[in-house]
């Protein structure tokens, strides 16, 4: 699951992760101080995916699901026009295109709920937002 990162936002941060014996080469993003995901290196930090394979054994700040969940919304309120994807198995199953904000967020929830739980399957989707004229 990937996002298309703000071009410019004092909220956003964008940093190597600090482990105990210095950074490391995980590109982290927080938005207002939340940790949301992990930028892609290979795109110029021009998207995060929301659920990275990080590794358990650090201490990262990981954020409640409530605090996770809010963060989104914040972000995605301030930016609309963000493009979101959601892909469970590349390429085997067609992707549910969407188009309004309440989608997104009722689709947010369910991979919320996925990746607390793992008792439903992820969904797969595409956010882009209709261009208003």
Not at 2 to 14: H, T, W
Not at 57 to 68: E, G, I, K, L, T
């Amino acid at each position: 699951m990937v996002i298309e990162l703000p071009k410019d936002s004092a909220r956003l941060k964008i940093q190597a992760f600090e482990s105990e014996w210095g950074p490391t080469d995980e590109i982290l993003c927080y938005w207002d101080g939340i940790l949301f995901g992990q930028a892609t290196p290979n795109d110029n930090l021009r998207f995060a995916k929301l659920l990275p394979k990080l590794d358990r054994q650090r201490n990262y700040h990981w954020p409640s699901a409530d605090s996770y969940a809010s963060a989104m919304v914040s972000l995605l309120t301030q930016f609309p026009q963000l493009e979101v994807c959601c892909e469970r198995d590349c390429d085997q199953y067609d992707v549910a295109r969407i188009d309004t904000i309440d989608e997104l967020f009722g689709q947010l929830e369910l991979v919320q709920s996925y990746g607390l739980n793992g008792r439903i399957q992820c969904p797969s989707f595409s956010y882009r937002p209709v261009e208003k004229n």
